[in-house]
């Protein structure tokens, strides 16, 4: 398998998204997690930029690092100055990076609009900064800014800006669609024409203003680049980065390139999960390869063939990325739906046998009652251990309360919950204060867990929807569906009742017995693969 380098910009670019911020802690987090994911390069941030970049760069200089190598970002030295005498480029040396990339003009309406020098001293520019790193040790890409448009322009001038980085000794040659606007047919071509005068490696970094980053980037490495810049989840500046938890799995899985180490495959979803988590973004589930709904099955005669045969619907094994086959209740499915997640549980229960009776009987009277299972299969799979005997609840609720009040003062609404809970005959009360009556209890259950689950801390509730069920009156009942994460998996549960405060508790405990259910089974499989 040809190697492609994988160059991760989610701690730089990535930062530039809208609602994205992130901390130094959250920095040092992604970090780890695109490490051990097997990311070859990590561009840690610019360190002449802000305080928060400076910072971060002093707490990784002596940070061990299994896989990925840090990298530093800046731009050439200004017009009319030594690099020696350039602050910006003086902090990509003291950053300690062994690898710095750095962004130059390559497009003729930029060198005279935006950096409003000539053309022949952008070159210079280029060449003298890059030459200057390379003399400091420091192994150097260049990001030729807004090639594809500069290109189409003048493409004498932007070859020749690829030749100045060239005699200065770059390693890699990042031609940037830094609008987002080329297409495939276009890479290509320009790319092809590019490895005829360049010896030094070629590297692609998309924007997606065209929807196109991936596509454009997976068509970069057909043509000859060997290296990919992106961001892990695709979020950036506008319309976003590459995407490399797409662009990843295409390369190596349907192209047979080396991208990342097989065990790091494995780490896709789990990782995305993370990375998105620690962002605080909104996956859609949607996301291919990754997101929850990529392999998730709901019509009935899909869910047959599946059943078959999985390539019948299924263009990659959804463990390969380390995601999961979903069969979906809904009005659409039926007994072969059950069956399969109750082989998930006791392989040796039939599809005639008197446990799926019983499973399908409380699955049709909780319908009935207003419950609705499409996307909460993991209340399904506790019903269904329940049904079969192999559930012992974690917990007990053995009372609680929640209090809503407006303060007199005018300040805005608040609200408190009490609960006591009992494990194993121990009890624990708790309170607490939160948005509303249910983040109070929210807080308060797991709060009072938390002596008895640690793990528990782990745990974040992402969504929480409300639907009433039976329309006119105020006691209509309602059906809660609560999102939630521990950073490596999601799932959703669902409540019902004529109380929304009920329906949201019977959904929160779910979720959290679901929770310390999969950390138990994690636990397991550590041990025997120990």
């Known amino acids: 398998m040809e190697k492609i380098t994988i160059f991760d910009s989610t701690l730089r670019d990535g930062a530039q998204a809208e609602g ?16 051990k994911l097997g990311i070859d390069v990590i561009e840690a941030g610019n360190p002449g930029s802000n305080p928060k970049d400076i910072s971060f760069f002093d ?21 009319g100055i030594a690099p020696a005498d350039d602050a910006n480029v003086q902090a990509l040396l003291e950053a300690g990076t062994p690898i710095v990339a750095i962004f130059g003009k390559s497009w003729v309406f930029h060198v005279k ?5 000539t053309r022949e001293e952008n070159l210079s520019m280029i060449e003298d900064t890059i030459s200057y790193l390379t003399s400091a040790g420091k192994t150097v890409y260049f990001d030729a800014e807004h090639f594809f448009d500069g290109y189409k322009d003048d493409p004498d001038y932007a070859l020749s800006v690829l030749a100045a980085a060239e005699r200065g000794g770059a390693k890699a040659l990042v031609l940037c669609d830094t609008n987002g606007g080329t297409l495939p047919a276009e890479i290509q071509t320009i790319i092809e024409a590019v490895k005829t005068r360049v010896t030094a490696d070629i590297g692609i970094h998309c924007h997606n203003d065209c929807g196109m980053a991936v596509a454009n980037s997976v068509t970069a490495v ?15 500046e506008r319309c976003g980065n590459a995407n490399l938890s797409t662009i990843i799995p295409n390369l190596q899985l349907k192209r047979d390139y080396a991208c990342i180490p097989e065990t790091g495959m494995k780490k896709l979803t789990s990782s995305a999960i993370r990375v998105a988590e620690i962002s605080n973004y909104a996956l859609t589930g949607r996301e291919p390869f990754v997101g929850r709904s990529a392999f998730a099955h709901k019509g009935g005669m899909h869910i ?9 619907f299924e263009h990659i094994d959804p463990e390969s990325v380390g995601n999961e086959r979903r069969i979906l209740m809904s009005e659409v499915s039926g007994r072969s739906t059950i069956i399969n ?15 799926t009776t019983r499973v399908m009987d409380k699955i049709k009277e909780l319908e009935y009652e207003g419950y609705q299972f499409e996307g909460a299969e993991s209340s399904v799979k506790l019903l269904i251990r329940k049904e079969l005997g192999k559930f012992k609840p ?10 809503g009040e407006k303060p007199v003062d005018g300040r805005a609404l608040s609200a408190s919950a009490i609960v006591k809970v009992s494990v194993e005959g121990k009890e624990a009360v708790n309170a607490a204060e939160g948005d509303g009556p249910v983040n109070a209890l929210d807080k308060a259950l797991r709060t009072a867990l938390e002596k008895f689950f640690p793990k528990i801390k782990e745990l974040r509730l992402t969504d929480f929807k409300v639907r009433v069920i039976d329309q006119g009156a105020t006691a209509s009942k309602v059906r809660v569906l609560i999102e939630s994460t521990d950073g490596e998996d999601i799932w959703t549960n669902v409540g019902v009742s004529t109380d929304v405060i009920e329906a949201s508790l019977i959904a929160l405990v779910d979720s959290i017995e679901y929770k310390l259910l999969i950390d138990m089974e994690r636990q397991i499989k550590a041990y025997h693969l120990g």
């Open 59 to 79: 707490r990784i200089k002596d940070l061990p690092l299994t896989h990925a190598k840090l990298c530093a970002f800046g731009s050439t030295r200004r017009p």
């Open 113 to 117: 609009k935006i950096l409003k020098t």
């Open 341 to 355: 997640l109750i082989h998930e549980i006791d392989p040796t229960v039939r599809k005639k046998s008197e446990e």
């Open 304 to 312: 047959d063939a599946v059943m078959k045969s999985p390539k019948s």
């Open 20 to 35: 994205i911020s992130f901390s130094v802690e959250d920095k040092l987090k992604i970090l780890e997690t695109l490490d």
């Open 222 to 236: 057909e043509a000859g680049a060997r290296q990919v810049q992106g961001t892990f989840l695709g979020f950036g």
């Open 394 to 403: 974690f917990f007990t609720i053995a009372d609680f309360k929640t209090i």
